[in-house]
Structures are given as C-alpha cells and as structure tokens.
C-alpha cells in the first residue's frame, strides 16, 4: 500500500516562492501519475499539476509559467516549486498517486499567500 506525506507549505507573502515535497513509501510503478491538487474554502479540490514517470507534465491554466513540477523516481519524490504566489493560491495542496484509476492522497499541506 503506497502512502503519501506532504511537506513545505506554510505562509508566504504574495510574490513570494515556497517548494512542496511529497515523498512516496511503497512500491510505485512506472505507470504511476504523481501530481498536486488543491482545495480553497468553499471551493472544489482542483487540478494543479501532474507528471509521470517519463517526466511529461501537465498543469492547470491558473498556474502555469509560475509553478513548475519535478519528479526524482530514484526517491519516489515529487516536488513542486511555487513562485510568483498570488493570494488566490491559498489552500490546502494534496499530493496524487494515480494507478489506473485508483487514487492515493497524502493528508494535504497548507499553503498561505498574504497581500
């Protein structure tokens, strides 16, 4: 059973950069997506980023050119830069393991932009 541990979130002023970590115990398989969701109060968790073992990556509209995604498969470590944070990126950041179409989620880290 893999499970997921966030790290890295915390408060930040807006223009400001903050690095995510999610680390990875279990066996994770080359057909394995790891990404990063996020959910604001009152509002859906929503897709911010993802990558795959081939290091191919995708990222939600919102973010792109400010974020950027990482993955060190030697660590079972995934990673998310966060620059330019903006108030409107306040939430709780969850990291995925997607296997097919079952779903591991870490416990979520907090992240905070003040203006």
């Known amino acids: 059973q893999v499970q997921l541990v966030e790290s890295g979130g915390g408060l930040v002023q807006a223009g400001g950069s903050l690095r995510l970590s999610c680390a990875a115990s279990?066996?994770?398989?080359?057909?394995?997506?790891m990404g990063w969701y996020r959910q604001a109060p009152g509002r859906q968790r929503e897709l911010v980023s993802t990558i795959t073992s081939s290091l191919n990556t995708n990222y939600a509209d919102s973010v792109k050119g400010r974020f950027t995604i990482s993955r060190d498969n030697a660590k079972n470590t995934v990673y998310l830069q966060m620059n330019n944070l903006k108030p409107d990126d306040t939430a709780v950041y969850y990291c995925?393991?997607?296997?097919?179409?079952?779903?591991?989620w870490g416990q979520g880290t907090q992240v905070t932009v003040s203006s």
């Open positions: 995925n393991l997607r296997r097919l179409r079952d779903d591991v």
């Open positions: 279990g066996r994770i398989i080359s057909i394995d997506v």
